[in-house]
T-cell receptor, first 109, second 117 residues
């Protein structure tokens, strides 16, 4: 079993829909990252969080440390949100990140 | 700001050939990382360098060597390329101070697509 599991693996939605991508992990962590990989391959860090909730524009990330679960939400989705969204966790005292396999999101106009 | 720069963007090798992937960052970051990304798998860490002068193995180090040439540059070398090393390679960097969460965001290069025939 992977230490970081994402669901769903693929998600197709209509423009304007509210999107939720989930990430579950099995280890104790110091931080969780959400990353976005564009169709061209570039990777951008969206959020890093260790508790609660963070918001940036139409993107919201939440984490529940007790349940070892995080969600990434996109409100009013747009075709330019189409990308692979990757969850990664950092364990205490460790420089390394452990990555999920990603969720491929496609927003149809 | 250039951020993290990787070269080359694309490369085709024959089995047994060697090559070096270059990575440079201009953010004065302490830590640098090399990952590979394969279909259906998450990014996997090959090697990392927590600070200038140190390197450590990651999850999949076999077949690779690294050099932290200075604070800016971290290169990845394939001494004898194999078809199993066909992948997309990403370099990343972070400030790397573990006790300060805000400094652990990793910034990624654009990737190098490598094919080994």
């Amino acid at each position: 079993k992977n230490e970081v599991e994402q669901s769903p693996q693929n998600l197709t939605a209509q423009e304007g829909e509210f999107i939720t991508i989930n990430c579950s992990y099995s280890v104790g962590i110091s931080a969780l990252h959400w990353l976005q990989q564009h169709p061209g391959g570039g990777i951008v860090s969206l959020f890093m969080l260790s508790s609660g909730k963070k918001k940036h524009g139409r993107l919201i990330a939440t984490i529940n440390i007790q349940e070892k679960h995080s969600s990434l939400h996109i409100t009013a989705s747009h075709p330019r949100d189409s990308a692979v969204y990757i969850c990664a966790v950092k364990t205490f005292g460790n420089e390394k990140l452990t990555f999920g396999t990603g969720t491929r999101l496609t927003i149809i106009p | 700001n250039a951020g993290v720069t990787q070269t080359p963007k694309f490369q085709v090798l024959k089995t047994g050939q060697s090559m070096t992937l270059q990575c440079a960052q201009d953010m004065n970051h302490n830590s640098m990382y090399w990952y590979r990304q394969d279909p259906g798998m998450g990014l996997r860490l090959i090697y990392y360098s927590a600070s200038e002068g140190t390197t450590d193995k990651g999850e999949v180090p076999n077949g690779y060597n690294v050099s932290r040439l200075n604070k800016r540059e971290f290169s990845l070398r394939l001494e004898s390329a194999a078809p199993s090393q066909t992948s997309v390679y990403f370099c990343a960097s972070s400030e790397g101070q573990i006790t300060t969460l805000a400094k652990n965001i990793q910034y990624f290069g654009a990737g190098t697509r490598l094919s080994v025939l």
